[in-house]
């Protein structure tokens, strides 16, 4: 279906205005290379082939966004990690680097804008967002990726010593996030100028199954607040979406003050609560059950469960349905593309 207002559905849903439709995001990575026939580890370092499978679904499942980059860990490489990259799944990280402030001190944060020294970043996340840009038929949002400064600390530090360490050593944690934060924000800044039209930030170590909201607002909010308005005062048009799993129902009224446009919410917090508290100070975005729904359900199911997340959290705007986390790769193309027609199909029933 050939769809010219894919941004402008967004922005209305961000200024919390209601239109003929809600806009849909498919939350696929790599599940666009297993529709696609392809490997992962063959389009993952591939920038046209990750345009390129990534674009097609996005159109075949009739989302408002597509996410050309299939692989968040690659940038751990640049930073002299130890990555696995199995040939049909997300590389895996082996072991943290940071223990001690003077391991933190130690740590050699590339520059994003020199590809010299991110020659794997610039491959699979810059020049993946240029051709997507390039080869895109139509209007839809481009979503670069990132980890949120917290996790990304937790990846060099490993996420039970940092949680512990906000007992014990707090200070270093601060130091460890302070670290990483400003690579975050050259990371997303460097990803707008290849091509991405919305800031796209995972951050699942602020949820409150991790972190209490009192640890958000000490540790997480700051930093994903500094991001956001460095990526804002040089693309002040780009919309800041965070994608934080788990709970999330007391963090998310702090989420405003970051300049945070939209959280992205998984499928453990109900729905109505969550448009309750979000208000029209944030727009929400979620939240079907990933594993249940989008891999396990039926095309049937999932229209009934995303008219039932509507019926809830959809009805003034403010709101983009997607899956509550990311799709799975080995969901059916049917049971996205249902998804993808929920959003139009619930306005129009008779």
């Not at 360490?165 to 707090?170: I, R």
Request: proline share 6%; net charge negative.
């Amino acid at each position: 279906m050939k769809d010219a207002g894919h941004r402008a559905c967004v922005e209305a849903a961000l200024n919390h205005e209601r239109t003929e439709r809600t806009p849909v995001n498919n939350f696929a990575l790599v599940t666009a290379a297993r529709s696609a026939g392809v490997t992962v580890e063959s389009s993952r370092w591939n920038p046209q082939l990750s345009a390129k499978v990534s674009v097609d679904y996005a159109i075949k499942t009739e989302s408002d966004f597509v996410k050309p980059i299939l692989d968040s860990q690659v940038p751990f490489v640049d930073l002299g990690m130890d990555v696995t990259f199995p040939e049909d799944d997300y590389g895996h990280i082996n072991k943290s680097i940071c223990d001690t402030q003077e391991d933190i001190d130690a740590l050699a944060i590339f520059d994003p804008y020199e590809a010299s020294e991110c020659p794997n970043f610039t491959k699979v996340f810059v020049d993946s967002l240029e051709e997507t840009a390039r080869i895109l038929p139509e209007d839809l949002h481009i979503c670069g990726l990132s980890w949120g400064p917290i996790t990304t600390a937790g990846y060099v530090m490993g996420v039970e010593n940092m949680i512990m360490n906000t007992f014990m050593e707090p200070d270093l944690v601060k130091s460890m996030i302070a670290k990483v934060t400003p690579l975050v924000s050259s990371i997303q800044r460097r990803m707008v100028d290849a091509g991405a039209t919305v800031m796209w930030m995972a951050d699942p170590t602020s949820s409150e199954d991790l972190i209490s909201p009192d640890m958000f607002a000490e540790y997480s909010a700051g930093a994903i607040k500094q991001v956001i308005g460095d990526m804002k005062a040089e693309n002040s048009d780009i919309p800041a979406f965070i994608h934080i799993c788990g709970n999330t129902l007391n963090t998310m009224t702090q989420l405003p003050a970051t300049g945070a446009d939209c959280l992205s919410f998984d499928h453990a917090v109900d729905p109505a609560a969550a448009k309750k508290k979000a208000g029209r100070d944030l727009a929400l975005m979620g939240n079907i059950d990933p594993v249940h729904e989008m891999m396990s359900g039926t095309p049937e199911s999932i229209r009934e469960e995303c008219y039932r997340i509507l019926d809830q959290a959809g009805q003034d705007g403010g709101f983009i349905l997607a899956p509550g986390c990311e799709t799975p790769i080995s969901s059916p193309d049917e049971n996205v593309l249902a998804l993808g027609r929920a959003g139009r199909e619930y306005w129009t029933r008779k």
